[in-house]
T-cell receptor, first 116, second 116 residues
Framework: AQTVTQSQPEMSVQEAETVTLSCTYD???????LFWYKQPPSRQMILVIR??????QNATENRFSVNFQKAAKSFSLKISDSQLGDTAMYFC?????????????FGKGTLLTVNP | GAVVSQHPSRVICKSGTSVKIECRSL??????MFWYRQFPKQSLMLMAT?????????EQGVEKDKFLINHASLTLSTLTVTSAHPEDSSFYIC????????????FGSGTRLTVV
């Protein structure tokens, strides 16, 4: 079974600065996806960024980028130029792309607070 | 983009009654839908996976007779909490998978259930 670990329960950052959220995972699979989801106070789950394991290039989406280290099974999220609207719970998630059930395994989350 | 509508957003019911939560994919056909439960300040816990036209697959420890899931069409899945008790109070979230795009699915906005 896959496990996803987020070792930072809470983090804070000043507006306009950069912050990195950590995520490690454990799997014996070779083909999989990794995701970062954002859950603001509204509790709507929003996909921030995804990474296919077979791609060596790190995914980027505007101010959001990942550092994907497959051998180390690490998948950190970097948020640049932090904005007040980035305040949310962030979940790292794993999906095995080789199977047919498409289940997501979530980490416990990191609560990020962006301070003015 | 893919949109998932979940209804109701909030519901209060009396102990012993049943409550139905609907999850609809508005602009795509969802062959697979997922139901999650989330306790305050915790991660999402997968309850069950439903495939259109077949019985739902429940995760270990989830009572299938208490949490009835129906996925009768490609755009609608329902979760019925039967004989609800206060300990069933929680935040329930659905996710629908659009096989044309991101395999992780799109989330509904969630339902806050309070059993009194």
């Amino acid at each position: 079974a896959q496990t996803v670990t987020q070792s930072q329960p809470e983090m804070s950052v000043q507006e306009a600065e950069t912050v990195t959220l950590s995520c490690t995972y454990d799997t014996s699979e070779s083909n999989y996806y990794l995701f970062w989801y954002k859950q603001p106070p509204s509790r709507q789950m929003i996909l921030v960024i995804r990474q296919e394991a077979y791609k060596q290039q790190n995914a980027t989406e505007n101010r959001f980028s990942v550092n994907f280290q497959k051998a180390a099974k690490s998948f950190s999220l970097k948020i640049s130029d932090s904005q007040l609207g980035d305040t949310a719970m962030y979940f790292c998630a794993f999906m095995n792309s080789g199977g047919s059930n498409y289940k997501l395994t979530f980490g416990k989350g990191t609560l990020l607070t962006v301070n003015p | 983009g893919a949109v998932v509508s979940q209804h109701p957003s909030r519901v209060i019911c009396k102990s012993g009654t049943s409550v139905k939560i609907e999850c609809r994919s508005l602009d795509f056909q969802a062959t697979t839908m997922f139901w999650y439960r989330q306790f305050p300040k915790q991660s999402l816990m997968l309850m069950a996976t439903s495939n259109e036209g077949s019985k739902a697959t429940y995760e270990q420890g989830v009572e299938k007779d208490k949490f009835l899931i129906n996925h009768a069409s490609l755009t609608l899945s329902t979760l019925t909490v039967t004989s609800a008790h206060p300990e069933d109070s929680s935040f329930y979230i659905c996710s629908a998978r659009d096989r044309r795009t991101v395999p992780s699915g799109t989330f509904g906005s969630g339902t806050r259930l309070t059993v009194v």
